[in-house]
């Protein structure tokens, strides 16, 4: 089966090499096609999905309702449902990039619903999924309260939500693929990076992700639901073992990290600060949800 997936993977790379060149033009300094190649990658959607498993052991089941939002080229909805036969929707509201989810999807054999509407204003019922998945989605998302806030209501009572994403009061910023100055507001943020040549107009796109601001965000669900994490924890575990795939153009974080490992307590005096400081990368922000009950439920094997 992954070799069907690969070659599918393989056959889209030149269509979401494209697409990816005309949103990154000036910002990423590496091949479109090593980018598509992490968008499309087999193994990357696998890594995803052992990350939630570390969260939530034996969570995942083909019983269990999955929405990922902003599911993009359809990578880990697709390929979810084919090597895991997990139920798995997608939603992505981009209609070119929709169209290649759902192109990869038939190259793969793979029957799926990929929804269009945005996060903001989902097109499904109350209380519909066990779990709602998101990956470096909601710092590209209009409003990103109220796609918490739609997510949370999808979500069946006792479900989880799991979203990844940047955090920009942190050291690394992962789209232009370099070292960061923590908590840069944007006018701060565009100068920074044309100072190294690149395109600073791509940084209106973003929402500048961070601690402080998501919890902001999620004081009016906390009747709702109650905060298991936002992945400080993996990101101690990754400053130490160095174990974190470099897909996009994390090679670079990886090999400065291993250089500042062999100066001895350098490590250790950055996680304490960076726990302390929230500067960890990525958030991995877990809710679960409660019951009508008000108390959150937990998952029944």
């Known amino acids: 089966m992954n070799k069907k997936l690969t070659i599918a993977a393989r056959e889209m790379r030149g269509k979401v090499a494209g697409v990816l060149a005309d949103w990154l033009r000036g910002v990423v300094q590496t091949d479109f096609y090593e980018v598509a190649d992490t968008h499309l990658s087999v193994l990357h959607v696998e890594e995803k999905i052992q990350v939630i498993e570390r969260y939530l052991p034996g969570f995942l089941t083909p019983k269990k309702l999955i929405l990922e939002v902003g599911s993009g080229f359809g990578a880990f909805t697709v390929f979810s449902r084919a090597l895991y036969g997990y139920d798995t929707t997608g939603l992505e509201p981009d209609p070119t990039v929709r169209e290649i989810a759902m192109e990869l999807a038939e190259k793969c054999g793979v029957e799926c619903l990929i929804a269009d509407c945005p996060g903001e204003a989902m097109s499904f019922p109350d209380e519909n999924f066990d779990l709602v998945y998101s990956s470096n989605v909601l710092e590209h998302v209009q409003d990103p309260a109220r796609v918490l806030a739609e997510s949370v209501r999808v979500l069946k009572p006792g479900g989880y939500l799991f979203f990844t994403y940047p955090n920009y009061c942190s050291f690394w910023e992962g789209h232009y693929g370099m070292f960061w100055i923590p908590c840069m507001n944007k006018p701060m943020a565009k100068l920074y990076v044309r100072l190294f040549g690149r395109y ?29 994490g936002l992945g400080d924890d993996l990101w101690q575990e990754r400053m130490r073992t160095l174990k974190f795939g470099t897909w996009g153009q994390s090679s670079k974080l990886k090999r400065v990290l291993t250089i500042l490992q062999g100066i001895p307590f350098l490590i250790d005096l950055g996680i304490y600060f960076g726990k302390h400081m929230n500067w960890y990368y990525p958030i991995i922000l877990l809710l679960r949800k409660k019951s009508p009950t008000g108390e959150a439920q937990p998952f029944a094997f």
């Open 200 to 228: 600073a107009g791509y940084i209106d796109s973003l929402q500048l992700m961070n601690v402080r601001y998501t919890r902001w965000i999620l004081k009016p669900l906390l009747n709702q639901v109650e905060l298991l």
